[in-house]
């Protein structure tokens, strides 16, 4: 699933192939779109830890007043609503490789726990005492700098230097543009079969718009748009308009804003009626 021959790619890969052998916590930087996701999974299936569970939790995603019980679980009774014990996810990557995204948005208190967690592989669920003991792998991921966060006193260094004994940066898309290409026939064959359609060639034109957008959203962004121009395309070509791209390197250089243009002072119902 990984594609590309980027130098910069290549080494990327080389370093998750020497970090799988070892039992090592691995950090992956980089930013939103990039397939970070996609890396730990090769992380742990490269590991001897192989076939044990891959455990995956965003931790952005998740209410922090309920990521601590998704973490570590809960005993029956331990907030209202707790009808029952609950396995957290490192009990049940347990044996396996855990995968902590978006592990820089993790409040200071959430961050001390997790913190003994990795050094100890021990934690008590919510509203339990019995120190439960866990065998996992962690790899954690952000699209954050977690140095300027410990800078700034929002991220512990400690469980910053414990997280990155094995720091692995993912380029985006934009400095590997010699892959653009490749993924974007990846992407069309692995949607044609899946939409039961013949697999579609690219109009040169088409090549040429992704080659010169600057994919802000990476990896994440080109294959949505491969998708929808899969599903836009009539025949087996794609041509430019079914990509759909707005703009390119210079989208919105040169053009008039508007809104610079009025004047906001004054109070709002004032500012409204010279803009209306």
């Known amino acids: 699933e990984i594609v590309g021959t980027a130098p910069a790619l290549k080494k990327v890969t080389l370093a998750v192939q020497r970090a799988a052998g070892s039992d090592t916590t691995v950090l992956l930087e980089g930013e939103s779109g990039t397939g970070k996701e996609l890396f730990a999974r090769a992380v742990h299936a490269l590991s001897p830890r192989s076939a044990g569970p891959f455990v995956a939790i965003n931790c952005a995603a998740i209410p922090e007043a309920l990521l601590e019980s998704e973490l570590f679980g809960h005993e029956k009774g331990a907030f209202t609503g707790a009808v029952g014990r609950k396995l957290g996810r490192f009990e049940v990557a347990d044996g396996g490789t855990i995968f902590l995204d978006e592990i820089g948005d993790l409040s200071l208190p959430l961050q001390a726990k997790i913190l003994r967690a990795i050094e100890d592989r021990s934690f008590e669920r919510v509203g339990g005492t019995a120190t439960i003991r866990v065998d996992v792998r962690v790899v954690a991921a952000t699209n954050r700098n977690l140095r ?38 990846h992407f069309i064959e692995r949607f044609c079969r899946e939409m039961n359609k013949p697999v579609m060639v690219m109009a040169d034109a088409a090549q040429d718009q992704l080659r010169e957008y600057p994919w802000p959203g990476n990896v994440r962004e080109l294959q949505n748009c491969i998708e929808r121009a899969v599903i836009l395309a009539d025949d087996d070509r794609l041509l430019p308009h079914h990509l759909n791209l707005q703009g390119g390197p210079q989208a919105g250089v040169g053009r008039r804003d508007p809104w610079a243009e009025i004047d906001l002072s004054g109070s709002l119902s004032e500012a409204t009626g010279r803009v209306v």
């Open 148 to 185: 300027a966060a410990v800078a700034a006193r929002r991220f512990r260094e400690d469980l910053y230097f414990r997280l990155a004994v094995f720091p692995i940066t993912i380029p985006p898309l934009r400095d590997r543009p010699e892959d653009i290409l490749l993924l974007a026939r």
